[in-house]
């Protein structure tokens, strides 16, 4: 299959790319009017066209498909057919692809191509977006997964639904995306904010990735995305150092910031066999200090937003929050990992929103009706790691803490001088022990048996 910047595969060529079965399905007809519902002269003679050049009666065809073994819904645009556009008929497949996933409680796979609304059609062809908005949205009412793959270009309105509708955000390398298409831009704009890579950089998809791992990627996400039963918690992860219970408050926060001491990415490296990511708060942002995704632990799916030890940006918690409602939508468990010396206090933090951003990952959080599990795997620096902490099922490593505020501020507040922020620290109870017999965690965790 070869990427966005070549030749454009059809829809057939496309679906068979990835799909090692397809059954196409077709909607029930309706009478069309010769020119379209405007009476556009000559539209239905380029239809005709499009159709003898493409062998497809419309931009969009859709049916049942196997995908990396695993079923599904999927539909395909045909850009050679006017340019992908929607009207009326693309409108009645794609609001009948939505009802068929629906209907056969199945995942639904878009393989994206357009160039948006069709202009022969006027405002009959802009009202398709509300019923594909609508289709889409009764389906995540339904718990079932979206997948979109953005394929070159994604622009106009079947990005601005299809494309960005969809749960889980895939784009071909060099794929052109953006509401607006390379004929309706100001001039001078910057070309890079309107391609695969430039949007993953903005936070507006997930991942790009490539021709050749397409097929096994969609198959991996369809496996994360399918729950069989209720949601079990995640399993509390072991402790990856070895690091004894400390003494003080402040030998707590010392093992806590050490250099050495295991992060995120080891965590998780260890504790799935498998992991997707999911990039991007959808607003512009992205926090390389906030891994967040879906993981396949002993075959079973668990979400999971993961602090990485520095101070989370309000794209961080964003995302966090749209990860654990996703979970929260497919019957997934949750597993967070609480690694910060708090949020982000800058100007820029404020600017883009961070007291509403952590709000918005307490909400998500305690509105959750799967189960959340939180391991603190070194700092917890107040609100913006409590942020992220399951009421209820909260765990400890031996080399964390967890406190109102970090010593060196408490002091600061309580207008005491350097040579008091020891034994502030003892003052906060943010040992590991502490929190336990606090209440706040529920155990100290510690590494793995050699047996185990």
Known sequence: MPDARCARLSAREAAGAVAESFTEHRPAARPFPPDGPLGWSGYGESRERASARTGEEESVLYGTAVVGGRECVLVSFEFGFLGGSLGRSAGDRLEAAYALAGERRLPLVSLVATGGSRMQEGMIALIQLQRVARASSLLRSQGLPQIAVLRDPTTGGGWATVGAGADVVLALPGAQIGFAGSRVRPTGA???????????????????????????????????????????????????????????????????????????????????????????????????????????????????????????????????????????????????????????????????????????????????????????????????????????????????????????????????????????????????????????????????????
């Open 190 to 452: 910057d070309p890079y904010a309107y391609t695969a890579e430039g949007q993953l950089a903005a936070g507006q998809i997930d991942a790009v990735v490539t021709p050749d791992e397409l097929t096994g990627t969609l198959g991996r996400w369809l496996a994360a995305l399918t729950v069989t039963g209720p949601a079990q918690a995640a399993q509390v992860p072991d402790a990856l150092s070895a690091a004894e219970l400390p003494e003080t408050g402040w030998d707590a926060v010392e093992q806590a910031r050490a250099a050495e001491r295991p992060r995120a990415g080891a965590y998780l490296d260890a504790y799935f066999a498998h992991r997707l990511p999911l990039s991007g708060d959808r607003c512009g942002g992205r926090d390389p200090g906030m891994l967040c995704g879906v993981g396949l632990r002993d075959g079973q799916p668990v979400a999971y937003a993961a602090q990485c030890g520095t101070a989370t940006r309000p794209a961080g918690y964003r995302t966090a929050a749209r990860v654990i409602r996703l979970a929260d939508r497919l019957g997934l468990p949750v597993l967070t990992l609480i690694d910060t010396p708090g949020a982000a206090n800058d100007a820029e933090a404020e600017r883009t929103g961070a007291g509403a951003a952590i709000a918005d990952a307490f909400a998500a959080v305690a509105a959750a009706r799967v189960p959340v599990t939180t391991l603190v795997i070194g700092e917890g620096g107040s609100g913006g790691a409590l942020a992220l902490a399951s009421p209820d099922n909260t765990h400890v490593t031996a080399d964390s803490y967890f406190s109102v505020i970090a010593p060196e501020l408490a002091a600061a507040i309580l207008k005491r001088g350097p040579d008091a922020v020891r034994s502030t620290a003892g003052q906060l109870r943010l040992r590991p022990q502490d929190l336990v017999e606090l209440g706040v965690a529920r155990s100290v965790v510690g590494p793995a048996s050699p047996e185990g």
